[in-house]
């Protein structure tokens, strides 16, 4: 075999001949291509952050979970009807012409995104992301059915078993039911989950609503029982770009290296000092509690999640060995350099980046609320006749055609009186629709309208006349509508010049 060949052989397996000296033999070197994941233990841990991760999960679920089960007015309280074009949030209906509300929440949420992360890190990763939610969960139930890190280390390492088998698929079959069910709520938002139970139990769902059902339980299953810790490391790209909103007065999870260092092993009773020792006893539990399976003595990584589990059990070793908590704590860049206390930091939160973020995420918000309430809930289309632009129905009298279509969107039914205003250059105005006025408009429906304007334009005028068409409610409880349930329109009157 030749040298080339056998240097590409050698390859393909991984190994690479090299010479550490010219002349000398040949040595090889392994270099792998790519980093086989090791499967992480997480081990449990109690405390204050601890408790508000557990706070968070509930919150988020029963909020997930008993949300779609709500009713409001007799339809489902929270349902996005893609088929229909209309979401319904509580007491509000959207229609595709409220998509400016969707861009405006979107940009909110990237706003509070970022602001967040200026502040305190990645809060939003630690305790309120869906991967760590549903993983904190899968966690818990592997710990049940399992036992805790010592257990399932060791059951991981036991031969194929009647035992291990029968634990095995205890836990995958909790999960695959959580995660199912995860699945048929989510895709409950979109089909009324009332509607959806019965056609799962007929079996006769539609090939969306199964499609769906399973991928999100798929996905749900996948990436909160087997990929956990990869999604936020290599899937998630907020890790990769968090550096970019991080600066020297951001709070994250730090190790005291002053305090800490040199680290090692000792008795309770021993004298750290005496013994040259920092406070840091180098138990590892701050690695064996962490999710992505780092040690953050090594300092910020873009694999921490901010989920503080690390300081929750390095508090508990603290407190066991009658030493101060806070070895591993939040705190800053420049604190951890300067010394300084806790009021000092947040005497540094309030800088030019924060104040930005908070000034225009509370624009955003204020003009969102304020838009919400100055709601219009009729909205119209006026679109012209294209086959005539302008006749001439009687001497010196003009009329055009339009076609209004007329939303209303509110869950009541109401009638409109459709009517011109604000005219100049034309007098005797007179509006003609082939629906008998005040217009029935049924509640979230639309109606199309056809609408003759005719009018005498003044002094002989030809060309264009701006008009208002002015749509507005005629109830005869009137006075129980808000002032704003009118609304106004902008279209033309073309008035046509004498024939050549």
Not at 405 to 422: K, S, Y
Not at 453 to 467: D, L, M, N, Y
Request: charged fraction near 20%; charge should be positive.
């Amino acid at each position: 075999m030749s040298d080339a060949l056998k240097n590409a052989d050698l390859a393909r397996g991984g190994v690479i001949p090299i010479k550490l000296v010219e002349g000398a033999p040949e040595e090889s070197l392994e270099q792998s291509l790519y980093e086989v994941r090791k499967k992480i233990h997480p081990r449990s841990v109690s405390g204050w952050f601890a408790s508000w991760r557990v706070m968070l999960v509930v919150a988020t679920q029963l909020a997930f979970y008993g949300t779609v089960w709500l009713e409001w007015g007799g339809r489902q309280a929270l349902l996005f009807d893609l088929g229909a074009r209309k979401f319904y949030i509580f007491g509000l209906v959207l229609w595709p012409q409220d998509f400016i509300y969707l861009t405006a929440l979107l940009i909110i949420s990237a706003l509070s995104l970022f602001l967040f992360t200026a502040v305190a890190g990645r809060l939003w990763c630690g305790y309120a992301c869906p991967q760590t939610v549903y993983t904190e969960i899968f966690m818990w139930i592997e710990r049940k059915i399992e036992g805790d890190r010592g257990a399932r280390i060791r059951l991981d390492g036991e031969a194929l078993s009647a035992r291990k088998l029968g634990l095995k698929l205890a836990k995958h079959g909790v999960w695959a039911a959580l995660a199912f069910w995860t699945g048929l709520t989510f895709v409950g938002y979109f089909t009324p989950i009332r509607e959806l139970l019965p056609g799962l139990a007929s079996f006769s769902l539609g090939p969306w609503e199964t499609f769906w059902v399973l991928f999100y339980g798929f996905a749900t299953y996948g990436n909160a029982g087997w990929m956990r810790e990869q999604v936020c490391k290599y899937m998630c790209p907020y890790a990769r770009f968090q550096s970019a909103m991080f600066d020297p007065d951001t709070m994250i999870i730090t190790y005291d290296k002053a305090r800490g260092e040199p680290r090692g092993g000792r008795s309770r009773s021993a004298d750290n000092k005496a013994l040259g020792l920092g406070d840091c006893v180098d138990c590892g539990i701050c690695v064996q509690v962490c999710p992505t399976g780092i040690d953050i003595r090594n300092g910020l990584q873009y694999e921490c999640i901010g989920c503080a589990a690390c300081i929750d059990g390095c508090n508990q070793v603290m407190a066991k060995m009658g030493y101060a908590k806070g070895l591993i704590r939040y705190s800053t860049e420049n604190a951890l350099k300067n010394g300084w206390d806790f009021r000092q930091i947040l005497a540094h939160a309030m800088r030019p980046r924060v104040l930005i973020y908070a000034a225009i995420l509370a624009a955003v918000v204020i003009a969102m609320a304020v838009s919400l309430l100055l709601r219009v809930p009729v909205k119209v289309d006026v679109i012209r006749d294209r086959a005539s632009l302008g006749r001439e129905v009687a001497p010196g009298r003009i009329e055009n055609i339009y076609r209004l279509q007329v939303m209303n969107t509110t869950e009541q039914p109401h009638r409109f009186v459709v009517r011109v205003a604000d005219v100049h250059a034309l007098e005797d105005i007179e509006v003609l629709t082939d629906v008998p006025q005040p217009l029935q408009i049924g509640a979230v429906s639309t109606i199309s309208v056809p609408v003759r304007v005719r009018a005498t334009p003044e002094h002989e005028k030809r060309g264009s006349e701006r008009i208002y068409f002015v749509i507005e409610a005629s109830d005869t409880e009137k006075h129980l509508l808000p002032e704003v349930f009118s609304i106004r329109e902008k279209s033309i009157f073309f008035i046509p010049g004498p024939p050549r």
